[in-house]
Each structure stands twice: as C-alpha cells, then as structure tokens.
C-alpha cells in the first residue's frame, strides 16, 4: 500500500535527475576522450597541490579548449571540480573517523586548517565541526 505523498515525493525525484541531466551538456566520445589525461592526472595527486595550468597540455589541447570541454562534461571548471571531490573526502572523513579537522585538512593536501574550513563553508553552508556534528547523531546530512 502506497503511503500519503508518494506521488508528490517520486515526482520530487524525477524533477532531480531532470535538473542534473539538464545541467550535463552532451559531450561526444572522442572530445570526452581528450580529458583523460587530466582526469588521470587529478586521481593521482588529488591530495596535492595541482597545477591546473598545465593539465591541457597533458591532452595536447589549448587551455581555452579544455576549459570549455571540461566544463561540458563536468559542469564546472576544473579548479572546481577538484574542489569539490576534496570536499566530498571531507565529508566522508568527517562523518566516519576520528580525525581532527587540522589532521583532515593536512590529509586532504591543504598546509592551512582555515583555507579547508573557509572552503568547507562555503560549499555545505555549515562549519566542519557542525557537519560532523550533525552527521554522528543521526540528522542527516546538513542542511542549510
């Protein structure tokens, strides 16, 4: 038996995927293809300090160029991108160890414990002691 809102909370749903697929461009194979390099080169040192300025060379294309493929396949600029994937780790380190925010930062490739939590701020709308908070008594992520 299907309870109250069911419909209102699937459509919720499918407007969601909508608005992320709405914000993805397609972007053909062979141009996805010429990221490679980059998006390698991001795994390896994503804890490090990474120099974006040369990351188009990797791929053998102008910077313009890879900007804009970047963007279109990822949504933002690689700066960006590689942002948010250490504010993911955060999150996780965050909610499932006992690490310090200074040990966190230091983990993460980030020398400045203020850098990371300005950061943080900024993207979650919350300090990173609130969202460990927040996350081990059962609320949830944070919401703003």
Not at 28 to 41: D, F, R, Y
Not at 46 to 64: A, F, K, M, Q
Request: net charge positive; charged share 25%; proline share 3%.
């Amino acid at each position: 038996m299907k309870k109250d809102g069911w419909y209102h909370a699937a459509l919720s749903i499918a407007y969601e995927i909508f608005a992320v697929l709405e914000q993805q461009s397609y972007l053909p194979s062979s141009q996805a293809k010429v990221l490679l390099p980059a998006m390698n080169e991001i795994e390896r040192h994503l804890v490090e300090n990474i120099d974006i300025s040369h990351l188009h060379e990797l791929c053998g294309v102008s910077y313009t160029y890879f900007k804009q493929l970047f963007i279109r396949r990822y949504g933002v600029p690689p700066q960006r991108y590689i942002t948010k994937l250490r504010m993911s780790m955060a999150c996780e380190q965050l909610t499932m160890g006992d690490q310090s925010i200074t040990e966190i930062a230091q983990s993460l490739g980030y020398s400045n414990v203020h850098y990371l939590s300005r950061l943080f701020k900024k993207e979650h709308g919350c300090t990173a002691d609130e969202y460990r908070r927040s996350t081990r008594y059962g609320q949830g992520e944070y919401r703003k």
